[in-house]
């Protein structure tokens, strides 16, 4: 449906704006919310009640339409009342993502400027492809003096935004972090008793229980399937459709990824590219995101996160690469 609504360019923008005033309420009322209670760290992952369950789909939703934020107030066809506009929702928006305390999401906006120097430096697919590789293989060889430098943080989440921060690596005692691993491992063990085609779409919640080990188990632990699912956009769907169902999510992840890197050096300079790029960002956003937590089981992540994926699909149309691609395009749209 995407597609067809936005044949009209303008629509994408509308779109996101659209998505930007509503949130902007639901934002406000979440700091009304919240200064009641001094904005300390323990509401704040129920005051936003009852628009989002918790404040991590909360951050994560922010995190979605703040590459747009920062750009608007500078894209050449944003009209003059709605750059000023834009320059007060970038603020609110701003505070609405800090006081939510969310770690994956601030985690998940520096994730996306790395992205868009990426973008910027016009490094090749396969040279990011070679990076993340060899950051991936020297992770494993240190694996073990990883997890040993990590265990000695002992920040725990708490008020202070600097010690929040420094917990985001406490695999030690932060409760929130160590049941992702019990959701992770229980994913893990999961996938390896039913490893081609899983437990079954939306199961996991109420079939962990069982695989979750004692010495994974936390303060927060549940065997009653309220506690969410697997955390993770990645292991959730290994563990309920097996390893295709994985494949198909990293592949919607790389395909998207390796097509907007070869998408932007084509573009020309303009209001098209710079949607292009952050509707991408927001994507990336929520790439990062999903290694820590999944929400495109909840309509207000999927809607925006399948919008943008269209607005990629369409850029990458309307420039073909080569002369007889153009040529095609056009038999097709006559």
């Given at each position: ?74 894209m050449r066809d944003t009209p ?21 305390y969310t770690r994956a999401a ?229």
């Amino acid at each position: 449906m995407a597609t067809r609504l936005f044949e009209d360019g303008r629509n994408m923008k509308r779109m996101m704006w659209l998505f930007i005033t509503a949130m902007a309420g639901v934002i406000v009322y979440t700091l009304i919310n919240h200064a009641q209670h001094h904005f300390e760290q323990d509401p704040a992952h129920w005051v936003m009640t009852p628009f989002f369950k918790d404040h991590t789909s909360y951050g994560a939703f922010i995190a979605f339409f703040l590459p747009f934020l920062v750009a608007a107030p500078f894209m050449r066809d944003t009209p003059r009342t709605l750059r000023g506009y834009a320059v007060v929702m970038l603020l609110l928006f701003a505070a609405g993502l800090v006081f939510s305390y969310t770690r994956a999401a601030w985690v998940s906006l520096v994730g996306a400027f790395g992205m868009l120097m990426v973008l910027r430096l016009r490094i090749p697919p396969w040279a990011l492809l070679l990076v993340l590789g060899s950051g991936g293989a020297l992770y494993a060889v240190n694996a073990d003096r990883i997890t040993v430098a990590l265990e000695r943080n002992r920040e725990e989440s708490s008020d202070d935004l600097g010690e929040h921060v420094q917990s985001i690596s406490n695999i030690s005692s932060d409760a929130s972090n160590l049941e992702r691993l019990n959701r992770w491992n229980s994913a893990l063990r999961m996938w390896q008793e039913r490893p081609v085609f899983g437990w079954g779409p939306g199961t996991y919640m109420f079939q962990y229980a069982p695989f979750q080990a004692s010495e994974d188990r936390t303060i927060i632990s549940t065997n009653f399937g309220t506690g969410g699912n697997a955390h993770s956009e990645y292991l959730g769907p290994l563990a309920e459709q097996g390893v295709p169902g994985m494949l198909l999510m990293v592949l919607l992840v790389v395909v998207t990824v390796w097509t907007v890197m070869r998408l932007y050096p084509r573009m020309a300079k303009g209001p098209d590219r710079t949607l292009l790029v952050v509707a991408f960002l927001g994507l990336v956003t929520y790439y990062l995101h999903g290694a820590l937590n999944n929400f495109l089981d909840t309509d207000k992540a999927a809607v925006p996160f399948w919008m943008f994926t269209a607005m990629v699909v369409l850029f990458d149309l309307r420039h073909p690469k080569l002369p007889r691609d153009r040529e095609a395009l056009s038999a097709a749209r006559s």
